[in-house]
Every structure is written in C-alpha cells, then in structure tokens.
C-alpha cells in the first residue's frame, strides 16, 4: 500500500467518523431535518481533505507532485463519502424511516420520488465537494514556478 493511499484511508475514515458523528449530535438535539446544518458537512470534509493532502506532502517530501497530491485529496473525499453514504443508507432505510418521510415530504412534494433520491443527494454532494476542494487545495501545496523578480 503506498503512502498516498495510507493517508488518504486514514484522512477519509476521519471525515467520515466525523460526519457520522455530527448528525448524530444533531440527531441527539432534534436538529437532523434542518437541512441547512448539512453546510458544516462541508467544513468538515475541508478540514480533512486539507489535511491529508498536507500530511501526504510533509511525508513524501522531495517526491510530492501535484498529480499525487489531487489523488490523495480525491482518494480521501471519495472513501468519505462513500462511508458516509452507506451510514445513511442504513440510517434512512433500517433506523428512522419518519426522517425520510419528512425530508420528502418538505423538499419533493409533488414528485413522488423516494428515498433513493436522498442517498444520491448526499453521494453528489461528496463528490463535488470532494472534487472542488482538491483542486483549490493543491493551489496551496503545488510547486511554484514562476520565476521572482527584483522590483
């Protein structure tokens, strides 16, 4: 297993834990259905993924590339999510049914969809965010190669 994916396991595991975690705290408050909470999901998948890609790169010094460093962001966010995905997959099909009903029943009213769409609702949402912050993300580690100029 080489160090990359080491880190990106380990980072993913933590984000996921994490989110799990938040709603279930949240679950605790009678807080879960309010769907606007879900924007720290983001704060905590940022954390993580920034993370990762930092430790990767203190680890593999010399030998860190931009390549690598967006396939352990992406690595970590997709292990995340995935995770996360199947806790809710359990939690909306086997734990709290009434949580599923009253998510559709506020947001998709008249479409008669069912609980699957909220499983993709919560993959999408990992992905892109997963996608989006390696790339901002490996603007901050990447290798500059612009030249410094005297003014």
């Known amino acids: 297993m080489n160090i990359s994916f080491k880190v990106a396991l380990k980072y993913g595991l933590f984000i996921a834990i994490s989110l799990i975690a938040y709603f279930l705290i949240l679950k605790l408050f009678d807080l879960h259905e309010k769907i606007w909470l879900r924007l720290l999901n983001g704060v905590v998948m940022s954390i993580g993924i920034y993370y990762a890609i930092k430790i990767y790169k203190r680890i ?3 030998e860190f590339s931009y390549i690598n460093g967006i396939k352990t962001g992406l690595i970590c966010g997709f292990i995340a999510t995935i995770v996360f995905t199947a806790f809710m997959a359990i939690y909306i099909f086997h734990i709290d049914v009434e949580f599923t009903e009253t998510i559709l029943r506020d947001w998709f009213n008249d479409l008669g969809v069912g609980a699957n769409i909220l499983l993709f609702t919560v993959f999408i949402e990992g992905v892109s965010s997963t996608i ?3 790339l901002a993300f490996m603007q901050l580690f990447k290798k500059s190669y612009n ?3 005297k003014v």
């Open 147 to 149: 030249i410094h100029q």
């Open 132 to 134: 989006i912050l390696s």
């Open 60 to 62: 593999s010094k010399n």
